[in-house]
């Protein structure tokens, strides 16, 4: 009697172990910060969502929790502040950051040499820079920029 149920014990270990290790290999994760100065993060499953702006991660990309930046000040004298998740998928990576303030932030413009795009509905400027691509627009009285290894990178974001 004894020896069935520690195989059926060994059995159960087993099964959850293989569940586990095949687990790994879906984007199950969870994750969310916030703070009382207004930021927030949240990564769900194939999402990401930065001050209410939602982005899908696009396949192989993961998020590098110790680069994650949330509600800091810019330093730039006008009260702005900044929240930023970093994606990574081997030595390729994906920046999104979200500057905000509480008076707005409006009447963007391009960095010098960009082009007017729109990417995902989203009317900005893109820039081709030596090691990728950056793409900034306003949104809502955000400044959302984003720095992706290529277009097709940047776009998947917004699919």
């Not at 994650?68 to 006008?78: F, H, N, P, S, V």
Request: hydrophobic share 35%.
């Amino acid at each position: 009697m004894r020896k069935g149920i520690a195989i059926l014990v060994a059995l159960a270990v087993f099964c959850i172990a293989v569940g586990v290790v095949s687990a790994e290999e879906w984007s199950f994760s969870s994750s969310s910060a916030s703070s009382t100065d207004g930021g927030s993060i949240e990564v769900n499953n194939n999402e990401v969502k930065i001050q209410d702006e939602t982005f899908k991660i696009p396949d192989g990309y993961k998020e590098d929790q110790d680069a994650r930046i949330l509600a800091q000040t810019t330093g730039d004298g006008k009260n702005a502040k900044i929240s930023s998740c970093h994606l990574e998928n081997g030595d390729k990576a994906i920046t999104i950051k979200v500057i905000f303030s509480e008076a707005g932030i409006t009447n963007v413009t391009g960095p010098q040499g960009s082009k007017d795009a729109t990417i995902g509905g989203q009317a900005g400027f893109l820039t081709q820079e030596k090691d990728g691509v950056l793409f900034d627009y306003n949104k809502d009285d955000k400044l959302i920029e984003i720095s992706a290894p290529t277009q097709e990178d940047l776009e998947a974001l917004f699919k």
